[in-house]
């Protein structure tokens, strides 16, 4: 079945480093590769995306980096600041099943320190 | 635009009590889908449905049963609450399923003691 390992699990940076957050997935058929944020007390919310047609996408200072061969896709945030202190998860469709099946990682809690 | 919306947002209920969480949508979404979030294991996929009576098991379906009897209202009912169910969860819709962006209700808090 699918699956996706997000790695690592918690990540503590200081402010204006950048952080790195990598998710692994298992279904070679995955063509979508979505990143959201769930800041405490709230609901995720998307924040970027990738088709697996391209190897990278940018927006401002959040990217996403999509290796196929080695099915791994990551989010990277440069510059970081306060307000990007949150949970983030990635997911993964895993279109070697449904359409509905979207399975997300564990989450890996980001924590930027002024 | 209301969006998504779930009621009730903080219940707490008996263990082997019925419960039903509501979840409305205004979009006119296909997919509709219930997650659970729990601290450790992030979000999992109770059930999702990818149309009105179209519905399906996710990862985590023993206990619940969730009905489509209309586009916008997609309702999870827990048949007899257990402890194991104390979760928040997370009502969420989609145009066009997984591949695309989802949008998340704002989530019901559910407490069984």
């Known amino acids: 079945g699918e699956n996706v390992e997000q790695h690592p699990s918690t990540l503590s940076v200081q402010e204006g480093d950048s952080a790195v957050i990598k998710c692994t997935y298992s279904?070679?058929?995955?063509?979508?590769f979505p990143w959201y944020k769930q800041e405490l007390g709230k609901r995720p919310q998307l924040i970027i995306d990738?088709?697996?047609?391209?190897g990278e996408k940018k927006d401002q200072r959040i990217a996403v980096t999509l290796n196929k061969t080695a099915k791994h896709f990551s989010l990277h945030i440069t510059e970081t600041q306060p307000e990007d202190s949150a949970v983030y998860f990635c997911?993964?469709?895993?279109?070697?099943?449904?359409?509905?099946?979207?399975?997300f990682g564990k989450g890996t809690k980001l924590s930027v320190k002024p | 635009d209301a969006g998504i919306t779930q009621s009730p947002r903080y219940k707490i209920t008996e263990t082997g009590r019925q419960v039903t969480l509501m979840c409305h949508q205004t979009?006119?979404?296909?997919?509709m889908f219930w997650y659970r979030q729990d601290l450790g294991h992030g979000l999992r996929l109770i059930y999702y449905?990818?149309?009105?009576?179209?519905?399906d098991k996710g990862e985590v379906p023993d206990g619940y049963v969730v009905s489509r009897s209309k586009t916008e209202n997609f309702p999870l009912t827990l048949e007899s609450a257990t402890r194991s169910q104390t979760s928040v969860y997370f009502c969420?819709?989609?145009?066009?399923?997984?591949?695309?962006?989802?949008?998340f209700g704002e989530g019901s808090w559910l407490t069984v003691v």
């Open positions: 997911a993964d469709p895993g279109y070697g099943g449904s359409q509905g099946n979207l399975i």
């Open positions: 990738i088709r697996s047609n391209v």
């Open positions: 449905s990818a149309a009105a009576d179209i519905t």
């Open positions: 279904d070679s058929a995955s063509n979508y």
């Open positions: 979009w006119s979404h296909s997919y």
């Open positions: 969420a819709s989609s145009v066009q399923g997984s591949g695309n962006t989802i949008y």
